[in-house]
């Protein structure tokens, strides 16, 4: 036996699970009588991501914060272990770029280039420098990703003095 569905436990899914209202149906003759509930349909204008692009350089962004740390990851590794995971990481990483490709855009890192205050990525730790001091990347915390248009994303880096 089926437990009886109150008007309580229907407005209740309804709330719970984004159910549109019970709706009658067209031909009654095929169906035999209305849904109870009807899912409410999901439109693009009804969701969060409403550019691709975006989601696409957002995943971008997460798959080169994941690429580096497991760069980091394989470093710890025994001696000979290493090589499979290695080849696997290119081809993901090779993935990737092809992806972002094919829709014209590019992560840069600017990681070892000497700091410039018109680069395209914003620096977390530039107070700790006087204004005259010779800088360079230290490391790149997210990437800088241009697209046909240009800039789609600044990056964010971390600064050091540059050794004589």
Known sequence: MKPAVTTQTASFARRQFHLAPRQPCADRRIVGRPPKLALKVMTPESTSIRNPDQALVDLAIESWRFIRAFQRAIKQLDAGEPDRFVSQLRYFEKRVEESL????????????????????????????????????????????????GGLLKQGTVLLKRKSS
């Open 101 to 148: 490709e094919s829709r014209g855009l590019k992560l840069i890192s600017l990681a070892g280039q000497p700091y410039d205050p018109g680069m395209a990525a914003s620096p977390l730790n530039i107070a700790d420098f006087g204004p005259e001091e010779m800088l360079v990347v230290d490391q790149m915390v997210e990437p800088i990703v241009t697209g046909p």
